[in-house]
């Protein structure tokens, strides 16, 4: 079954809300990251030297941006084109960076939730399972051609 317009549609609403606070979401991002998965601190940079998820770290703000921008343009291209076909050469670094990074089918599964509870939290009211839904469907796809090219490197 494909990505429904409603699907799209509803994607795109939520994340043009969670645009009016950026710099929240992507704190509570990284925050309910490490509530679940507390281990995952040191696959990050920018929180390995850091007891707490740093308030106005830019390159957590730019990785959480990533993530919901990503998500969100999956959402488009599952309803346009049904398969998610970000740059060749983005899909390779990502994948590469996820496996030098130790990044596991886990961790993945660690990011949905939290972006799933941050979504939620940013779009209040307006939060249901079909919202839910189209969120996790985009990141399911999103993340399922990240893990194609999660290939290790050649020793």
């Known amino acids: 079954m494909g990505f429904t317009e409603r699907e799209e549609a509803l994607v795109k609403e939520s994340w043009e809300i969670m645009k009016l606070s950026i710099p929240e979401h992507s704190l509570r991002f990284f925050t309910i990251i490490l509530e679940i998965a507390p281990a995952a601190k040191n ?14 770290n830019p390159k957590l703000k730019a990785h959480a941006v990533k993530v919901f921008k990503m998500t969100c343009e999956s959402a488009i291209q599952l309803r346009e084109k049904g398969e998610v076909v ?21 961790h993945f599964e660690v990011v949905k939730q939290a972006l799933l509870r941050t979504v939620e939290e940013a779009v209040g009211e307006k939060w ?14 999103l993340a399922a051609a990240i893990k194609a090219e999660m290939k290790p490197e050649a020793a």
């Open 43 to 56: 696959m990050f940079s920018f929180l390995r030297d850091s007891d707490e998820v740093p308030q106005n």
């Open 128 to 141: 249901n399972e079909e919202t839910k839904c189209a969120w996790g469907s985009a990141y399911d796809q």
């Open 86 to 106: 970000a740059g060749e050469t983005t899909l390779k670094y990502l994948g590469a960076i996820h496996v030098k990074n130790g990044v596991v089918d886990a």
